[in-house]
């Protein structure tokens, strides 16, 4: 999304101008493959990251992530069942993203006031797990009534 990051205005009025052909761009099928791909192509973080391991500092990465902006609009992502390629860990991020673009773009939000959010509760994925480059906790997914108090 770097001609977002380089000039926001003129993403959306490309987007907005036309949505029938850059739906496939923002969306399905272009960010399956970037959310397969983040790590690996990582550039800067694309909202906030809340790590299972590190509860006690939520609100201040929510605020830092905020960057002042007067938030009103939230999608979380936990990375577990993205577009059918299953568990792609803090990679879900981009489905954050995404819907969020897609709401601006189709809803009327202001992309000023939104903020895309992953919960990093590890991974199931093996192949993730293990690479190098994976940004996320490298350990298997938290579940249960742990997952869901981390949730609340």
Do not use: W
């Not at 590190?54 to 939230?74: F, S, T």
């Not at 202001?110 to 293990?130: A, H, R, W, Y």
């Amino acid at each position: 999304m770097s001609m977002a990051d380089q000039n926001i205005v003129l993403f959306y009025n490309l987007l907005l101008g036309h949505l029938k052909e850059m739906f496939p761009v923002v969306y399905t099928p272009t960010e399956g493959e970037a959310i397969e791909n983040y790590s690996r192509l990582f550039r800067r973080p694309d909202g906030c990251f809340l790590n299972f391991e590190e509860q006690d500092d939520m609100e201040a990465r929510m605020r830092a992530a905020a960057e002042g902006k007067k938030v009103r609009y939230i999608v979380v992502s936990d990375g577990e069942a993205i577009l059918g390629l299953g568990d792609q860990g803090v990679g879900g991020i981009l489905i954050s993203v995404a819907k969020l673009i897609l709401a601006t773009a189709c809803g009327g939000v202001s992309p000023f006031q939104t903020l895309p959010v992953v919960l990093d509760v590890g991974t199931d994925n093996k192949d993730i797990e293990q690479s190098e480059l994976y940004l996320g906790t490298k350990k298997p997914r938290t579940r249960g009534k742990a997952y869901d108090e981390f949730v609340d």
